[in-house]
Nanobody, 126 residues
Framework: QVQLVESGGGLVQAGGSLRLSCAASGRTLSGGAMAWFRQALGNERLFVAGIMWSRGTTNYADSVKGRFTISRDLSKNTVYLQMSSLQPADTAVYYC???????????????????WGQGTQVTVSS
């Protein structure tokens, strides 16, 4: 089992920045991927960014490329999502997820991930 705990959400004005953290505990995750998804009210949960635990390979949704950066700290078993130039359309509950399944690039579908955090709210005001 893996436990994921997100933190860092909050209210920010458009154009501002936030950094989300996701701390993992439990089963060793080397070889797998960690990702951030988000779900706006009434919408489906969508991929935002992903990173491979061992190689650090990343990928991003087109909507956040150039504004968001995903990174990891292996010593802390923690993944971060640095979000800049935030827009009201970024308002959502952000979830981190992980899977031990190996891949060259992070998986992008919710069904590919085995463990999920509880989510953290990000609200961007205009």
């Amino acid at each position: 089992q893996v436990q994921l705990v997100e933190s860092g959400g909050g209210l920010v004005q458009a154009g501002g920045s936030l950094r989300l953290s996701c701390a993992a505990s439990g089963r060793t995750l080397s070889g797998g991927a960690m990702a951030w998804f988000r779900q706006a009210l009434g919408n489906e949960r969508l991929f935002v960014a992903g990173i491979m635990w061992s190689r650090g390979t990343t990928n991003y949704a087109d909507s956040v490329k150039g504004r968001f950066t995903i990174s990891r700290d292996l010593s802390k078993n923690t993944v971060y999502l640095q979000m800049s130039s935030l827009q009201p359309a970024d308002t959502a509950v952000y979830y981190c997820a992980t899977t031990p399944k190996p891949s060259f690039f992070p998986w992008r579908r919710t069904g590919d991930y085995d463990y999920w955090g509880q989510g953290t709210q990000v609200t961007v005001s205009s």
